[in-house]
Antibody
């Protein structure tokens, strides 16, 4: 069974940093692209970032230069380092395998003073 | 960036109705396209991929069609559990983009 479990969310002040993790199991992790998708309270889905199986990274314009995605195939994990956080980054952050049927349950990030 | 425009943004329907939701891409995305369903407080669920391929386990009343720039999701006979928000997604080019969502209400 495929499982994706996010962690690392929480409350952070504007300008602060947070590192999200997504631990995967049940599939050959190194063979797949992974994405982060977020959803602000009461809003729609927003694709944030992806990392390919070969390690190439991609970002939405709204986070380019502030967020960094990485992966550790030995630990079957993908990470999202979020710097210079803003109030508008407040959202539930989901990890997804290739934006297919397998998503984590999400972790809430709240940016507030 | 490719823009995805869904219509309508919201709609009301009744159990048994046939419903169609449309998504338009700002440029040709071939069939690099998917539909998701999301219920309040739940994780998004992929219904359709490749524009017209039904995800395993999804009822056959859901049908996707289209290619290029115009796509539709049709629910042939609405069931109570279908009342949710629906999103389209293009994954032809990065940055991937979702539509703004269609809230389907009773």
């Amino acid at each position: 069974e495929v499982q994706l479990v996010e962690s690392g969310g929480g409350l952070v002040k504007p300008g602060g940093s947070l590192r999200l993790s997504c631990a995967a199991s049940g599939f050959s992790f190194s063979h797949y692209d992974l994405s982060w998708v977020r959803q602000a309270p009461g809003k729609g889905l927003e694709w944030v970032s992806a990392i390919s199986s070969s390690g190439y990274s991609y970002y939405a314009g709204s986070v380019e230069g502030r967020f960094t995605i990485s992966r550790d195939n030995a630990k079957n994990s993908v990470f999202l380092q979020m710097n210079s956080l803003r109030a508008e980054d407040t959202a539930v952050y989901y990890c997804a395998r290739e934006l297919g049927p397998d998503w984590g349950q999400g972790t809430l990030v709240t940016v507030s003073s | 960036d490719i823009q995805m425009t869904q219509s309508p943004s919201a709609m009301s329907a009744s159990v048994g109705d046939r419903v169609t939701i449309t998504c338009r891409a700002s440029q040709d995305i071939s069939t690099y396209f998917a539909w998701f369903q999301q219920k309040p407080g739940k994780v998004p669920k992929r219904l359709i991929y490749g524009a017209s391929r039904l995800q395993s386990g999804v009822p056959s009343r859901f049908t996707g069609s289209g290619s290029g720039t115009e796509f539709t999701l049709t629910i042939s006979s609405l069931q109570p559990e279908d009342f949710a928000t629906y999103y389209c997604l293009q994954h032809r080019n990065y940055p991937y983009t979702f539509g703004q969502g269609t809230k389907l209400e009773i």
